[in-house]
């Protein structure tokens, strides 16, 4: 069994930037595909960035490329990290990270994942 535990989100303006971080108990995250996904009011979850369980591959959704980087520490401090600049009013939303260990490529799909943290939220006012 693994915990995760977000950090960083918060109320930042339009064109801010926010680093959100995901550290894990138990097994380390060199032993997962790791995800993060976001959840607006009135919408379904979704998968903003994703890396695989050797860290070598990575995936953006299309509305973050460019602005977003996901990121992994497999030493000491065992964390996930989603590094958000430019953000946007409609980067709104309760981030969330994801991790499995089963699977070892990068994973985009909720129902991929087996382990998820309470989630964060992010306001980006106009």
Do not use: H
């Amino acid at each position: 069994q693994v915990r995760l535990v977000e950090s960083g989100g918060g109320l930042v303006q339009a064109g801010g930037s926010l680093r959100l971080s995901c550290a894990a108990s138990g097994r380390t995250f060199s032993s997962y595909a790791t995800g993060w996904f976001r959840q607006a009011p009135g919408k379904e979850r979704e998968v903003v960035a994703a890396i695989s369980r050797s860290g070598g591959s990575t995936y953006y959704a299309e509305s973050v490329k460019g602005r977003f980087t996901i990121s992994r520490d497999d030493n000491a401090k065992n964390t996930v990290y989603l590094q958000m600049n430019s953000l946007k009013p409609e980067d709104t939303a309760v981030y969330y990270c994801a991790a499995t260990p089963v699977r070892t490529a990068v994973q985009v799909a909720t129902t991929s994942y087996d382990y998820w943290g309470q989630g964060t939220q992010v306001t980006v006012s106009s």
